[in-house]
């Protein structure tokens, strides 16, 4: 029935020229609102940030700022209670080794006054032994070359007398001599041999105990200086593992560091990402509220012009959900798209009681033409 009024109105072509005139206004009329609000709405998101967000962030940045310090002086402080209990404990390592060089001296000047005493008995005991067994030796010493040198000089004479021949007296008397040599030895041997032998005895004891104790206290010097090289290495090799365990105890201390700061970083990126992304969400909301304001002023623009032509009793605009229950359709005709609750719709009264519903755009499109009525019909 719409559609039969309004054939008249797009028959020839002077006819059209007022609407395409109305409808090029209209449409220069909602891209100049649409860059207007376009324009407001780079304002405003310009705006928002230094009204809404410049307060927070720069609160944010003095917090984390803060933190930052915190985090710095409690990690400054840290150091320096490790660095002086490091101290105290090289202190006490010193003291430590100092006394255990002390005690380790004091042994040793022990078993140095144990060995002189030892070495000063083994030689008061060669004195005392040593000289009786000396002078022993130098009494029969004596003795016998005494006995044997008067022998001699008797052996002597008789020989003066009898060496002139060979004869066998002379003979008698070498063999007299020899007889008497060999009895003064037998003699002598009998007479000092037992004398001798005790001294001797006690003699090659003392030596042997001497070479001993010498040999001792060599074999104990030379075992405590391997000790002490053994400790000393033993210590320098500890105290090479502490320095190194102290290095790594730094270097991981130092990368610890800075995956906190590395962390702090990202998570103030992250922060401002989303900030920033906040801020572009609320700018683009408004802009899309604003170019939904704007459309929906032109669709309403329009509607008044549709009623104004054509009167509410033949169409009308409702929200799908009012009018949901008395329409015979569904969904639109022309675009097939199902209605949301949310929608609005165009409806057309085409008979009593029997009406069509179609979308907002699509139903405009087809009003669009015959809204404004050509100058002829109007008068």
Not at 237 to 249: F, V, Y
Not at 334 to 353: G, N, P, Q, T, Y
Request: aromatic share 4%; hydrophobic share 35%; glycine share 2%.
């Amino acid at each position: 029935q719409i559609m039969s009024d309004s054939s008249p109105s797009v028959t020839t072509d002077d006819d059209e020229l007022p609407s395409l005139e109305s409808d090029s206004q209209s449409d220069a009329s909602s891209d100049e609102d649409g860059r207007r609000a376009e324009l407001q709405a780079a304002e405003l998101r310009a705006e928002l940030p230094r009204q809404n967000y410049e307060p927070d962030m720069a609160r944010n940045e003095a917090s984390h700022m803060a933190e930052l310090k915190d985090a710095e002086e409690r990690d400054r402080m840290g150091r320096e209670e490790r660095d002086r209990q490091e101290r105290a404990h090289q202190v006490q390592q010193a003291n430590e080794l100092v006394q255990k060089q002390d005690a380790l001296k004091s042994e040793v000047d022990a078993f140095k006054k144990q060995t002189a005493a030892a070495c000063q008995a083994l030689e008061t005991r060669w004195k005392t032994e040593g000289c009786a067994v000396y002078a022993i030796e130098e009494a029969l010493e004596k003795e016998r070359k005494l006995d044997f040198w008067g022998q001699l000089r008797q052996l002597e004479a008789k020989v003066e007398v009898a060496h002139l021949s060979d004869t066998p007296e002379v003979k008698q008397k070498r063999a007299q001599s020899l007889e008497l040599l060999s009895k003064i030895k037998d003699a002598y041997l009998k007479r000092v041999a037992p004398l001798l032998a005790p001294a001797r005895e006690q003699l090659a004891v003392a030596v042997r105990l001497k070479a001993e104790t010498e040999r001792i206290v060599a074999e104990k010097l030379a075992a405590e200086q391997r000790r002490l090289r053994g400790a000393a290495e033993i210590e320098r090799k500890k105290k090479e593992e502490e320095r190194k365990e102290r290095e790594k105890a730094k270097k991981k201390e130092k990368a610890d560091l800075r995956k906190q700061e590395r962390r702090a970083r990202e998570a103030e990126e992250q922060r401002l990402l989303r900030e920033r992304e906040q801020i572009d969400d609320m700018a683009k909301k408004d802009l899309l509220q604003r170019k939904r304001a704007a459309e929906r002023e032109k669709y309403l623009a329009f509607e008044r012009r549709v009623l104004a032509r054509y009167g509410s009793d033949r169409c009308s605009t409702a929200n799908w959900p009012v009018v949901k229950d008395s329409a015979k359709n569904d969904n639109c005709p022309i675009c097939l798209c199902d209605f949301d609750s949310s929608d609005r719709v165009w409806v057309l009264h085409c008979a009593k009681d029997v009406m069509h519903v179609g979308c907002e755009e699509c139903f405009g499109d087809v009003l669009k033409p015959g809204v404004n009525p050509p100058a002829s019909s109007s008068s």
